[in-house]
């Protein structure tokens, strides 16, 4: 069983990390996250909802408001600890969509996964981060400008980033952010050729370990529901403990 602390824990680490890479807004009630220069969704959330039921409409008026002069879509990820436990259904009421399931997972006891042929992991530190933000960017089909604002944001004795090379060419990527005693583990990512040769599973068993080796209580990461990276990573030893849908608001849609 994973203690009540866990939920508040996941959730503080992830927004201590988007706090790294883009703008902090306080809404009086949640904490709205946005990029003036990069307009991509991972860097545009409304989170941490926690509000009185009389301020919910409020909320997501300001919410509506701060995004539409942004020029970018509005969207909430909400957690079980949301409040109030109605507010999916409010955003529903007020035309935001059910747009993704994700899950907050734990590693509870890591499996190794098969070795892959000529597979090196490196740790990859800020000031050679060149080949690490290419592939990253590449997997996730990021805008170049992103390097700007991560060279900045990883630069943390906090971040540890993770550069797989096959036969010494760049193949994938992953990091892992302590905070609170959590390793969070994020943009755990591979290129289209080197895919199914079991990179992305040895570098989150890499970053697990060295999570542990570090002093975590816990290593657990975000990913969407029934794919097949949930499936990876159950395979790793990871485990769902609760659920955090996204609902999008899309400004000019009928």
């Not at 060295?210 to 990461?221: E, F, K, M, P, V």
């Not at 499936?231 to 999008?248: A, D, M, N």
């Amino acid at each position: 069983m994973v203690p009540p602390t866990f939920v508040a824990t996941f959730e503080n680490a992830w927004v201590a990390l988007r706090s790294r890479w883009c703008d902090r807004t306080d809404l009086n009630g949640a904490v709205a996250f946005s990029d003036d220069h990069i307009k991509i969704t991972m860097l545009h959330r409304v989170v941490q909802v926690d509000v009185a039921d009389d301020r919910v409409e409020g909320l997501i008026d300001d919410a509506l408001r701060f995004f539409e002069e942004k020029r970018f879509d509005c969207a909430f990820t909400l957690s079980s600890n949301v409040r109030p436990p109605d507010f999916a259904k409010r955003l529903e009421q007020r035309g935001f969509e059910f747009a993704l399931q994700a899950n907050a997972m734990v590693c509870d006891r890591l499996s190794q996964p098969r070795k892959t042929d000529a597979l090196k992991i490196e740790r990859t530190h800020v000031d050679g981060i060149g080949a690490w933000m290419g592939v990253m960017c590449e997997e996730f089909g990021l805008p170049k400008k992103t390097r700007e604002r991560a060279e900045s944001a990883l630069d943390s004795p906090e971040v540890r980033l993770y550069l797989a090379r096959i036969e010494g060419e760049p193949a994938g990527t992953a990091l892992l952010y302590s905070h609170e005693g959590m390793g969070y583990v994020d943009l755990v990512g591979t290129l289209p050729s080197y895919r199914g040769r079991g990179i992305a599973s040895n570098l989150v068993a890499r970053i697990v370990t060295d999570s542990q080796t570090i002093g975590n209580r816990w290593t657990a990461l975000e990913v969407g529901t029934d794919g097949p990276a949930q499936r990876i990573y159950e395979r790793l030893g990871f485990r769902s403990v609760y659920q955090r849908p996204r609902y999008l608001h899309t400004f000019g849609k009928s």
